[in-house]
């Protein structure tokens, strides 16, 4: 029997209960405070630190943040030569036949349209594919729209664009999937040991920000071995559930596949395979997310990956099937078909089904008041909450005046939204604390602009923990088992340095993460600070 006992500090049961000082852990489960101490047990002291429930991300992309570590560094890259001059030297250091990686900063050239004549002065004799930072675009070299065969002559794929120059030829840009598919799917995808690897180093980045679960919000099949392998090895640091992708172009005959991919994660420890991810929309700064009047700067409402009776229709297959739903919906017009979806699962969701709505940038008014009957979780990002170089160049454009409210945080809790939070890493970084603070400041790391962006959406931070900690846990469909430090749930645990609650809020992510446990087990410990060195002045003092 494994005892562990944690003292010295404060410890947060949940939003509701009084904090405690003692908690006793036995096999990976918090067990009654009264429960016999033998004498070899662990203990940890706090040293005056805050112990929680640890957090969950409730959508990020742990195989796509794994592969970016193998590429260049691009996301801090200012100007387009930069990128340029990195990438030069990452092709000069490797042999690959094919150059993928990301993911680099759309806002750096007006409107995020990148051309493949700037990337062929680096490498003109290889395929180049670098992903934007929202991996909804691609910027791609010459050399790989030829070796896709992507010329003046090649069609929009459906649910896709390929951006032209004036002559009708492929500028170099690929917006949403099936137009980056027509170049990636003749690129050789990375070998299974290499994914494993992948999996490995970014869990663990995950566990080093108090993070025991995520969910994995895009998955393809071919990929499911690969998390199998990265399970059965012991090289993940977190338990994950897979989200499988429906694809609106294959669907309903892809329900039958979906069904025989989740049935093979089932033997797999700590890997789950419940969910299904549906691509409502695409995004805002591309003019692919779907929106119910036209954009500000163009004449279209966007671009939606399924029409809104397909949709009802395949959330409904997919509730029958046992799958629980994960929707993609950025623009007010995906939200609302979202919602519309959830309406024809009411039952299933009264029963316990989990509806997810992730992001929900933009919704409309009307559609608030939906809230208080439907048992749904919209899943924040509460980074991109703030005004920062994408909202203020790219988004904001985009929407226009009449629309700038986005990221309604306070009025869906207000409404009766479930809340969860996620990062969608590698979009933005798995920093729990940052996002706690953004979304309790609605400010930048600098506390601009003063007094926040939109301060009415604020959350207050005990809500902000819930979101990432029994938040997340309910839209997973494991409230029972993990989220809060109630006797019999799972010894989940994220240790922080400090108190957040006790100072002011725009120093909370200046805390520590000390430790994080999953199942009672530790899965990152913070390295001990190198001590200060000593002057010989002060030494002979």
């Not at 990301?102 to 003109?124: H, K, M, N, Q």
């Not at 299933?348 to 439907?374: E, F, Y």
Request: net charge negative; proline share 6%.
């Amino acid at each position: 029997m494994a005892i562990v006992v944690f003292t010295g500090g404060t410890i947060r049961v949940d939003g509701q209960q009084p904090d405690i000082d003692r908690l006793v852990v036995v096999d990976g489960v918090v067990v009654d405070d009264a429960h016999p101490v033998s004498s070899d047990a662990e203990h940890v002291d706090l040293d005056g630190g805050l112990l929680l429930p640890a957090f969950g991300d409730g959508h990020a992309h742990p195989l796509l943040a794994g592969r970016e570590r193998t590429g260049p560094a691009l996301r801090d890259a200012a100007r387009v030569a930069e990128i340029v001059e990195r990438v030069r030297e990452w092709a000069a250091a490797s042999d690959a036949a094919w150059l993928v990686g990301g993911s680099y900063d759309a806002t750096i050239v007006e409107g995020g349209l990148f051309d493949a004549r700037w990337l062929d002065d680096a490498v003109p004799d290889r395929p180049v594919v670098l992903h934007a930072w929202d991996y909804h675009t691609v910027w791609v070299n010459s050399a790989a729209l030829r070796a896709a065969g992507v010329d003046a002559d090649t069609p929009d794929p459906e649910l896709g664009r390929i951006v032209r120059r004036a002559d009708g030829s492929p500028s170099g840009t690929l917006i949403e999937r099936p137009a980056i598919d027509l170049v990636l799917d003749h690129a050789p995808r990375p070998s299974l040991a290499d994914d494993v690897e992948a999996l490995a180093a970014a869990t663990a980045a995950l566990a080093a920000h108090g993070i025991a679960w995520v969910q994995e919000a895009w998955t393809e099949a071919p990929d499911v071995p690969t998390w199998i392998a990265a399970a059965r090895a012991g090289r993940l640091a977190v338990d994950v559930d897979l989200a499988l992708r429906a694809d609106p172009t294959r669907w309903p005959a892809q329900l039958d596949e979906l069904r025989k991919t989740a049935a093979q994660v089932s033997a797999a420890p700590g890997l789950t395979c419940r969910t299904v991810k549906f691509f409502v929309d695409g995004i805002l700064e591309n003019h692919t997310a779907h929106l119910l009047e036209c954009y500000h700067d163009a004449r279209t409402r966007g671009l939606p990956n399924w029409r809104p009776d397909q949709l009802v229709d395949a959330v409904a297959a997919c509730d029958a099937a046992g799958f629980d739903v994960h929707l993609h919906a950025i623009g007010d017009a995906a939200v609302r078909a979202a919602l519309d979806a959830a309406e024809g699962i009411r039952e299933s969701l009264r029963r316990g089904r989990r509806l997810t709505i992730a992001h929900a940038q933009v919704v409309d008014p009307a559609d608030l008041p939906r809230l208080a009957d439907l048992d749904v979780t919209f899943c924040f990002q509460p980074q991109w909450a703030m005004a920062d170089d994408v909202m203020t160049e790219l988004t904001l454009p985009r929407l226009g005046p009449h629309r700038e409210r986005q990221y309604r945080m306070r009025a869906a809790r207000d409404a009766g939204a479930r809340l969860s939070f996620g990062s969608d890493w590698p979009v933005t970084s798995p920093d729990v604390l940052v996002g706690l603070r953004t979304a309790v400041t609605r400010q930048d790391a600098a506390g601009r602009p003063a007094g926040g962006w939109q301060p009415d959406e604020r959350l207050t931070l005990s809500e902000a923990i819930d979101a990432a900690t029994s938040g997340v846990a309910h839209q997973a469909g494991d409230h029972a088992t993990r989220g809060t430090l109630r006797p019999g749930m799972r010894a989940d645990l994220v240790w922080l340095d400090r108190d957040v609650r006790r100072g002011p809020a725009d120093r909370i992510a200046d805390a520590r993460i000390r430790g994080t446990w999953r199942r009672g087990i530790r899965t990152y410990t913070a390295p001990v600070p190198e001590p200060a060195a000593v002057s010989p002045e002060q030494e002979s003092a």
